[in-house]
Every structure is written in C-alpha cells, then in structure tokens.
C-alpha cells in the first residue's frame, strides 16, 4: 500500500530535549516537505526536499532542521524543543514540484 | 514570498445548498492551485487541483475555477451533503523547476447541517 509512515504519532517532551520525527515514504517520490497545522494558521511549511541531499527552508524553518541521506526518508530534528513548538506535524511527499501531495498521519507533539 | 488568503474561515449550509470558498494569492508566478479536504482528526487529502492554463475544472458535484488576471481562485461544492463537512484548504505552488514550495490558505471549516 502507498503511504507516507511517520513516528511517533504522539509525543509529550520537555523543553530542550531534542527528539527526531521520522518519515519514510514507499512511493519512490522525489520531493518530501514537512508541515506544521496550527488552529487558525492552516498548514505551513517548514522545510522541503527536491531530492537526496538537496533541502531547502519553507515559510517557518526556525528551531527545526531535516536531512535526506536516502530517497524514502525525511526525519524532522527539534534540536532544543520550545513551548511554541507545540503543534501537529505532517510529513509529505509527492512525485515532482506542481502535483499530488500525499500526507502522512501526522504527529502530535506537546512540548512542556 | 507568496501569500495565500482564504474566506470564509467557517461556513455553514443547509445540507442540499452550494458551498462556495474563496482564495486570493499574491505571487503572478505561481500556476498550480489543488483544493484538499482535512476531515476531523485525519490527513489532508486532495479533491481537485487546477492549473493557470485551465479556468474552470469539475469533478462531479465539486467544482474550482481560476480567475489568473485578478490572482484568485475558487472552490464550489453543489448539493451538499453531511460528509461534506470538514475543513477545506487551497495551496499555490509553482509547477516545474524542481521547486516545490507549496503555500496554504488558513483553511475553512464547513459545517452541513442536517
């Protein structure tokens, strides 16, 4: 079956222990993003990927980093979790620039 | 950067009348527009998308059409039904180029009733 897996779907931490979002996709697409869904902000991105090894910053990429050392893999690094940081998170993929977006279950994270 | 504005933010209809939702953006640039559909507690999914050279595209009671000179774009759901109720969202991007920053609208709540 298609799909984009992502890990942990639920997640309290606390303020400055870093934690790792996995993501991984089984459909062979090229480009990968991370989002974040905030009541009233709607779905923002934080960062994207053209392809492995190339990555590039969203609209809000503050306090988060990504990395793609494999096509099927694109796992979102909070280095020192904060408060406002607290969200749902989707993982995406998709073939190429301009077409379907494909959204994993998404991840709730508290940060206390 | 693009911007992407979208209205109503919640939106309630009788079941059996039309919905119609609403986005602007601001980048001349961006030529690709999909419409996903985020029911409580799951994923977004696509509905429809439509792209710069198209004005009016439609997929059985859903329809979206795209007015480039004045930059909006619009979602039109006829006889509507309970199942229907979710929140809606529009995205700009740009097709091509190896880019895909994809920009969203805050989303709209629609509520069917009964």
């Known amino acids: 079956e298609a799909q984009v897996t992502q890990n942990p779907r639920y997640l309290i931490t606390v303020t400055g222990k870093k934690l790792t979002v996995t993501c991984s996709q089984n459909m062979n697409h090229e480009y990968m993003s991370w989002y974040r869904q905030d009541p009233g902000l709607g779905l923002r991105q934080i960062y994207y990927?053209?392809?492995?090894?190339?990555?590039d910053k969203g609209d809000v990429p503050e306090g988060y980093k990504v990395s793609r050392k494999e096509k099927r893999n694109f796992p979102l690094i909070l280095e020192s979790p904060s408060p406002n940081q607290t969200s749902l998170y989707f993982c995406?993929?998709?073939?190429?620039?301009?077409?379907?977006?494909?959204f994993g279950e998404g991840s709730w994270l508290t940060v206390v | 950067g693009e911007n992407v504005e979208q209205h109503p933010s919640t939106l309630s209809v009788q079941e059996g009348d039309s919905a119609v939702i609403k986005c602007t953006y601001s980048?001349?640039?961006?030529?690709?527009f999909p419409w996903y559909k985020q029911e409580l507690g799951k994923r977004p999914q696509l509905i429809i998308d439509?792209?710069?050279?198209?004005g009016e595209k439609k997929d059985q009671r859903i329809a979206v059409t795209l007015n480039k000179t004045a930059k909006h774009f619009s979602l039109h759901i006829t006889e509507t039904q309970p199942e229907d109720s979710a929140v809606y969202f529009c995205?700009?991007?740009?097709?091509?180029?190896?880019?895909?920053?994809?920009?969203f609208g805050t989303g709209t709540k629609l509520q069917v009733i009964p």
């Open positions: 995205a700009a991007s740009k097709e091509g180029g190896g880019y895909q920053k994809v920009t």
């Open positions: 990927s053209m392809n492995v090894e190339v990555t």
């Open positions: 995406a993929s998709s073939p190429s620039s301009g077409n379907t977006i494909y």
């Open positions: 439509i792209r710069s050279n198209v």
């Open positions: 980048d001349s640039a961006s030529n690709y």
